[in-house]
């Protein structure tokens, strides 16, 4: 799911961390999206090439 997205925000806190994926952030990316249980961090949404992770409400209104 990760790899076709254009693009990756990744919500932690405050902190929204975005990324492009590709081979050199690919350990990155997965770092910050796998939670404890070893699944995918909840809320997980696609929106057309972008896939956020986590829950910021401003972020939401902006892609969507």
């Known amino acids: 799911m990760l790899s076709q997205a254009k693009d990756v925000y990744i919500v932690n ?6 990324w492009q994926p590709d081979e050199s952030n690919k350990e990155d990316i997965l770092a910050k999206a796998i939670g404890r249980s070893g699944n995918l961090r909840a809320p997980t949404i696609k929106v057309g ?16």
């Open 13 to 18: 806190g405050r902190k929204i961390n975005h």
């Open 49 to 64: 090439d972008t896939t956020i992770i986590g829950f910021n409400e401003a972020l939401y209104e902006e892609i969507m």
